[in-house]
């Protein structure tokens, strides 16, 4: 009896590890879930569970979530799920664009102002995040302020391990 009361002691709290699931719903209503060790998403859809694509995904709440390889990087639901603290309100909510937008300048950042990298991992996402910010501008009563979008464009500048600069990538422009 005292060595399965020792067994039991000595176990890992299974509790522990659900701590932080995540999951949301896409546009068309497939359930999107991040496991909290490995940052892996998987869509699941119709009782069928797969790996969720790569790419920028706009989730029925209206928030945005990237992937990279199968891996989701955090946003802010993530975040708060697993009990981080979320960002304070950003300095940029309600900031009138002037010139070009954040995503704008992500899609060149990335892809190239040529379009010379138009075959990088990144460049396809940012330009789901464009076409999100543009959206979300057209559909705005003030077209000039920045979205919710435009501030993940921000913040994805900072990743810039996967955002990666089209001059880092060594790619070289032939005219």
Same mark, same amino acid.
């Given at each position: 009896m005292?060595r399965l009361?020792? @067994?039991?002691? @000595?176990? %890992?709290p299974v509790l522990?590890?659900?701590?932080g #699931?995540?999951?949301s719903?896409?546009q #068309?209503g497939?359930t999107?879930? !991040?496991? %909290?060790a490995?940052?892996r ?5 119709? $009782?069928?569970?797969?790996?969720l694509w ?9 928030s945005?979530?990237?992937t #990279?390889?199968?891996?989701a990087? &955090? ?10 603290? %979320? %960002? ?6 309600g ?7 954040p995503c704008?300048?992500? !899609?060149?950042? !990335?892809?190239g102002d040529e ?6 991992e990144?460049c396809s &996402?940012?330009?789901q995040?464009l076409e999100?910010?543009?959206g979300?501008?057209?559909?705005s009563? #003030?077209r $000039?302020?920045? +979205?919710? +979008?435009? $501030?993940?464009c921000?913040k994805?500048t900072?990743?810039r ?5 089209c001059a880092?990538? $060594?790619?070289?422009?032939t005219k």
């Amino acid at each position: 009896m005292t060595r399965l009361i020792l @067994l039991i002691l @000595l176990m %890992p709290p299974v509790l522990a590890f659900s701590a932080g #699931n995540w999951s949301s719903r896409l546009q #068309n209503g497939a359930t999107v879930s !991040v496991d %909290p060790a490995t940052n892996r998403a998987t869509i699941t859809r119709d $009782g069928v569970t797969s790996q969720l694509w790569d790419g920028a995904h706009r989730m029925q709440d209206g928030s945005i979530l990237i992937t #990279n390889h199968g891996v989701a990087i &955090p946003n802010e639901s993530i975040l708060e799920s697993r009990e981080l603290q %979320p %960002p304070e309100t950003e300095e940029w909510q309600g900031v009138r664009i002037v010139g070009t937008s954040p995503c704008e300048k992500l !899609v060149r950042r !990335v892809c190239g102002d040529e379009n010379q990298c138009k075959d990088a991992e990144a460049c396809s &996402p940012s330009r789901q995040l464009l076409e999100m910010e543009t959206g979300e501008r057209n559909a705005s009563k #003030n077209r $000039g302020l920045m +979205t919710y +979008t435009s $501030g993940q464009c921000l913040k994805a500048t900072n990743h810039r391990e996967f955002f990666t600069s089209c001059a880092k990538a $060594g790619v070289t422009v032939t005219k």
